[in-house]
């Protein structure tokens, strides 16, 4: 590994050219290095990033993953396949229901399964559902993040009406354990249609107030238009997925491209935003969640009759298949290999905010140390997430920790002085 | 493709105090959260809580076991019976329930209806023993 030179994985044009960036810690020495990670639950797949300041504003940040690594692909390999349903739905408490969508439908495809019509609808009803949850749950953080508390509180609160409807159609709010090879486990529940218009109206109403506040409201305008801000042309290089690269203007969306469950029939519109910002994303995320309720209504009108699931062998025939899914998050891929037996000999999976990391850091470079909290949840990596970075000043042989509080605070405050 | 234009939205001018007429609204409603511990808890006609077994109904037969994704059921040895001539092993399950997801699928998978999932949800507990289910063990004995 050379020394010297523009190593940096992203190679900003002007940013790091200009100044000599190298892997070596110590070798940062003009600049300020913020390591941030990688021993907390930081983000969804804890992440380190190094931060290099000169002042307050970052010239470039570097990300390193792989520090909390599980083992589920190994563990995959022990466990039957039913067994794996549960144990995929456990890398992600928020899109788990993305995870079992695509690898059921990846055994689906090995098994050449025909999914009943009515299983198809359902999943599409609870996929939305989550899609819904997971985008209110991540306008409140970005509420939060900004200092704006009650946005956050309010959001969260409605939300609670979303993740109500996912208990009582699967038993869970969380960990839906709803799909099974072949379909789903359990049909509707009786009466389920009249609760779900009820909500959806209420939620569509809610949203629709909500997205106004954000275009409008100072609090948020200040901390978030304008910041993390990428175009067309450098997400097109770094390949971002999901809202972040539909943010610039791309109208990518694998529901449409290559639809799966009852997409080709309940055929979603992509919304997309021109800006790129942090701001862009707020109002972009309001859009699909309106998007995902009139999905929603549109399966539940046109749900057909019929069994919700067939019976699946114990064995999968041998082969391979790959599947993709449209996670809250953006594209959520599946690769299974089967022997020909009741376990699987390979499954590679590649999460959403493993295509965003680079993005992410791309997205930081030139904005301030204020706007890490922010422009990190931009890309929505998972919830609870900082709370504790260290910082490091190497020039001043000086290192301090600062919990994410910490930071929280102190990005309210620096907006507090400078514009507000 | 559905373009939402951010400019037009720069065009209506920042304010602060957006939100002021909805803080108001909910500064004077009754509190949206519920005192949990003080009052009952509902949880949804399909929640999946704790695990339950009908000891009469279970055959022993050890589905259960085989599809457990979280090795919480072990089939024990409980003795033997006589069918005709011959002598046959007897087992039944026990289920270490702190270890259980909950996801049901040894109920879903269960021929003889012998299992169950409860709305019983407070297993919060300083003895992990007393999460271990042996209930089929008893009766058998």
């Known amino acids: 590994m050379s020394d010297k030179g523009n190593n940096s994985p992203i190679s900003g044009e002007e940013g790091s050219a200009k100044r000599e960036v190298s892997a070596g810690l110590m070798q940062y020495s003009p600049e300020n290095l913020m390591p941030f990670g990688p021993v907390h639950p930081a983000l969804h797949e804890p992440e380190y990033f190094k931060l290099i300041l000169e002042g307050e504003v970052i010239v470039d940040a570097i990300p390193r993953i792989g520090f909390v690594h599980r083992g589920i692909e190994r ?124 909500e959806m109206a209420y939620i569509q109403d809610r949203i629709r107030y909500y997205r106004d506040l954000v275009s409008r409201e100072e609090t948020l305008v200040v901390r978030t238009r304008g910041i993390g801000k990428i175009d067309a042309e450098t997400a097109r290089k770094l390949c971002p997925v999901g809202p972040l690269l539909r943010s610039t203007g791309i109208a990518r969306d694998v529901r449409t491209e290559d639809p799966y469950a009852a997409y080709d029939e309940i055929v979603p519109e992509v919304k997309t935003s021109s800006q790129g910002d942090v701001a862009s994303l707020l109002t972009l995320r309001a859009d699909e969640v309106l998007e995902s309720c009139r999905l929603i209504l549109l399966a539940l009108e046109k749900m057909p009759s019929g069994p919700t699931k067939l019976t699946a062998p114990r064995s999968v025939p041998k082969g391979e298949n790959a599947f993709h899914v449209e996670a809250p998050r953006g594209e959520l891929f599946y690769y299974i290999r089967s022997p020909g037996g009741i376990t699987p000999e390979r499954v590679k999976i590649r ?69 507000l | 493709m559905v373009e939402n234009d951010a400019s037009e939205d720069s065009k209506k001018g920042m304010k602060v105090g957006g939100a002021l007429g909805e803080m108001f609204r909910t500064a004077f409603q009754r509190p949206i959260t519920k005192k949990y511990p003080f009052g009952a808890a509902q949880v949804a006609e399909r929640f999946r809580g704790k695990l339950d077994i009908d000891p009469v109904k279970c055959t022993g037969c050890g589905v259960c076991e085989a599809v457990c994704p979280a090795s919480v059921i072990q089939m024990v040895h409980t003795g033997t019976r006589k069918v005709g001539t011959r002598e046959i092993e007897t087992k039944r399950p026990t289920f270490d329930l702190y270890t259980c997801i909950s996801c049901g699928q040894c109920v879903d998978d269960c021929r003889f209806e012998a299992l169950r999932l409860t709305h019983e949800f407070e297993l919060a507990t300083v003895d992990k023993k007393s999460l271990v289910m042996d209930k089929a063990l008893k009766v058998v004995n």
């Open chain 1, 351 to 419: 999460t959403p905010t493993m295509a965003n990391v680079l993005t992410a850091t791309s997205m930081l470079k030139g904005y301030t140390l204020a706007d890490v909290p922010v422009v990190l949840t931009g890309m929505d990596p998972c919830f609870g997430c900082m709370d504790r970075i260290s910082v490091f000043e190497v020039d001043k042989e000086k290192q301090w920790s600062v919990r994410g509080e910490d930071l929280r605070q102190y990005g309210i405050s620096h907006y507090k002085t400078k514009k």
């Open chain 1, 75 to 198: 563990a995959a390999q022990d466990r039957t396949w039913i067994k794996n349903i549960y144990l995929f739905e456990r890398i992600c408490g928020i899109c788990s229901f993305a995870h079992s969508l695509s690898y059921v439908q990846a055994i689906e495809g090995i098994l050449q399964f025909e999914v009943p019509k009515r299983a198809r609808y359902i999943r599409v009803i609870v996929a939305e559902l989550e899609r819904i949850h997971s985008h209110m749950l991540w306008l409140g953080l970005v509420g939060y993040w900004t200092g704006f508390d009650t946005l956050f509180m309010w959001i969260w609160k409605d939300r609670e009406h979303v993740l109500d409807l996912i208990e009582a159609i699967t038993g869970n709010r969380v960990h839906k354990s709803y799909n099974t090879i072949s379909g789903v486990r359990k049909d509707l529940p009786e009466n389920i249609s009249e609760p779900i218009k009820r």
